[in-house]
């Protein structure tokens, strides 16, 4: 595995990165996060447990990392002039919802029983997308399409993620960009509107 000199120790090339991070996710779907052992990731990716551990503290870290390497955010730079658009441009940005949904259900679970996985996918993952959103109100309130201090803005994060497994579980059905600007115009843009 090909490694640049990075204070002394061995780091992963970005495009070996790239391949440890596909085999991380491979493995997370094959035996599920709690069975997921550094060890396993070291020898699938034929590396050192010592450079996993050089590079993340943990498991944790080292799965939150290869999601947001596997579904980097495409959000920065929406900016249509309208909250709108800047909203139904985010759902066209989710490329395989479906795989999203069915990953996430899994991680989720795990995230119910390690709390430091909970934590880094809130740092890496969440918080990320929640500072584009806030953006994108804070930019509607300006141009005057959003009220400030809408109450509902307090949500929005809430609403567009709990759409995911929301149409899974009542429809048996994932969704789709279709689906989530349907989803944005009736219950996300009145909530904002009339809040």
Request: proline share 4%; aromatic share 4%.
């Amino acid at each position: 595995m090909t490694t640049t000199a990075a204070g002394g120790r061995g780091r992963l090339s970005a495009e070996r990165e790239g391949e440890l991070y596909a085999h991380v996710i491979d493995l997370v779907r094959e035996v599920g996060y709690d069975s997921l052992t550094m060890d396993a990731v070291a020898a699938r990716a034929h590396t050192s447990k010592a450079t996993l551990y050089r590079q993340w503290k943990g498991k944790p870290q080292l799965v939150a990392s290869a999601m947001r390497h596997n579904k980097p955010l495409l959000l920065d730079g929406i900016d249509t002039g309208s909250l709108r658009g800047d909203l139904h441009a985010m759902a066209d940005a989710g490329t395989d919802m479906e795989e999203d949904t069915v990953f996430m259900s899994a991680v989720m679970h795990a995230v119910q029983l390690n709390p430091d996985l909970g934590t880094a996918l809130r740092e890496m993952l969440v918080e990320p997308v929640l500072v584009v959103l806030r953006e994108m109100l804070a930019r509607a309130v300006d141009r005057g399409e959003v009220p400030a201090g809408a109450t509902a803005g307090e949500f929005i994060g809430h609403m567009l993620v709990g759409a995911l497994p929301a149409r899974k579980i009542i429809e048996d059905r994932f969704v789709d960009p279709d689906y989530m600007k349907r989803y944005i115009d009736a219950v996300i843009l009145p909530a904002l509107l009339n809040s």
